[in-house]
């Protein structure tokens, strides 16, 4: 992206120097943009304290309004979609799908198409009970996929031709994007491991097929470096912030050895994980504790804030310009007045 460098040099020095501002990077090549949330926890009441760090419901309504009120100003041109990569809901229960339909229902007017990706409190049926009761895999699979397809449903007529909108109906599922060119892939335990915060990638059904759609998008893309999205809600192991935790879980270590080598000498790939809830860091363009490069020519990853749990500084997230030669990824702090900028990275194909 070396024609828009010199802009965004100036860009990330002004927000150095003043702090957070409320516009956004944008150039005339830009094809599209889309935004990616992570660690929504629907489900519970919002924290009534006055300290309380925990407001699942308010801040993903706040997110919506804040994305919306951009898309309508203009500052967010030709917008795709919002990813919520995983822990969309807090628990496994019914209850907290439904809130998260009447959440999604009461903002659909002029919200972007919405995917969701699985995490690990699908699968759990009381996160206020210890040791957690876990739900059996199928059964939470199958609760996830079902109330999520049907929620998408309601936000089908905004898909306007650019996305895809086919069920999910596995741990992992693929989606397309940029008037359905550009593709999204999104990862999934395939089973409950012993830490059940983790994640596990069966190698003879998913990893065989993220290997495959790998090698079909560099097939298609040629020298020109054709785009390509990935989701997985844990980190990969030894990556970002927490992923060496192990009571915090992660991509387990012999599956994350076979994706880095996977994803080495594909610039055009970015990884987008979450569960850590690592908030970014105010005063650090570049956003290291969330960011991660697996080395010069090759992918990068972006680790996701929780919406839910705020730590007091507000839901935060990324917001993703895409241009006919590389990438722009803006963390942003989502408010009622819009979005605003926190750190800015160009990722150069």
């Known amino acids: 992206m070396k024609k828009h460098k010199s802009l965004l040099t100036l860009l990330i020095a002004t927000i150095s120097t003043i ?28 924290d009534p304290s006055p300290n309380g760090a925990f ?16 898309i309508k100003n203009g500052k967010y041109k030709n917008e795709q979609c919002i990813v919520i ?35 690990n409190h699908e699968y759990d ?5 210890q ?25 089908s007529a905004n898909t306007k031709g ?47 097929w993220l290997q495959g759609r790998i090698q079909d998008n560099t097939n298609e893309g040629g020298d020109s470096k054709k785009p390509m999205f990935i989701f997985l809600h844990q980190p990969l192991y030894q990556t970002t912030y927490g992923s060496t935790f192990d009571d915090w879980g992660y991509l387990y ?27 970014f860091k105010e005063n650090d363009e570049w956003n290291s504790d969330n960011f ?8 990068s990853i972006f680790n996701v804030p929780s919406i839910g749990n705020d730590s007091g500084k507000g839901p935060q997230g990324y917001h993703i310009t895409v241009y006919s030669d590389g990438i722009v990824v803006t963390g942003v702090r989502y408010t009622n007045a819009g979005c605003q900028i926190v750190n800015t990275r160009t990722v150069d194909f």
């Open 19 to 46: 702090g957070l501002i409320s516009v956004t990077p944008t150039a005339a090549s830009a094809a599209y943009s889309f935004d990616v949330i992570s660690d929504t926890h629907i489900g519970p009441d919002d």
């Open 55 to 70: 407001h699942p419901n308010a801040n993903l309504n706040t997110t919506f309004e804040s994305i919306k009120n951009n």
């Open 85 to 119: 990569n995983g822990d969309v809901v807090d628990n496994s229960q019914q209850s907290s799908y439904n809130k998260l339909y009447n959440i999604v229902n009461q903002q659909k007017d002029g919200l972007p198409y919405i995917y969701f990706n699985i995490g």
């Open 125 to 129: 049926a009381n996160p206020y009970v």
């Open 131 to 155: 040791p957690n009761i876990i739900e059996d895999f199928h059964t939470g699979l199958n609760r996830f996929n079902s109330n999520t397809n049907n929620i998408r449903k309601l936000l």
């Open 162 to 208: 650019k996305v895809t909108d086919t069920d999910r109906d596995n741990s992992y599922d693929i989606q397309y994007i940029n008037n359905k060119n550009d593709r999204l892939l999104f990862l999934g335990t395939d089973e409950i491991p012993t830490n059940p915060c983790a994640a596990y990638l069966n190698p003879d059904t998913q990893l065989n």
């Open 253 to 279: 270590p012999n599956n994350t050895t076979y994706v880095k080598q996977w994803l080495t000498g594909h610039p055009e790939i970015v990884v987008f994980t979450g569960h850590t809830h690592e908030q």
């Open 292 to 299: 991660f490069s697996l080395g010069d020519n090759s992918a």
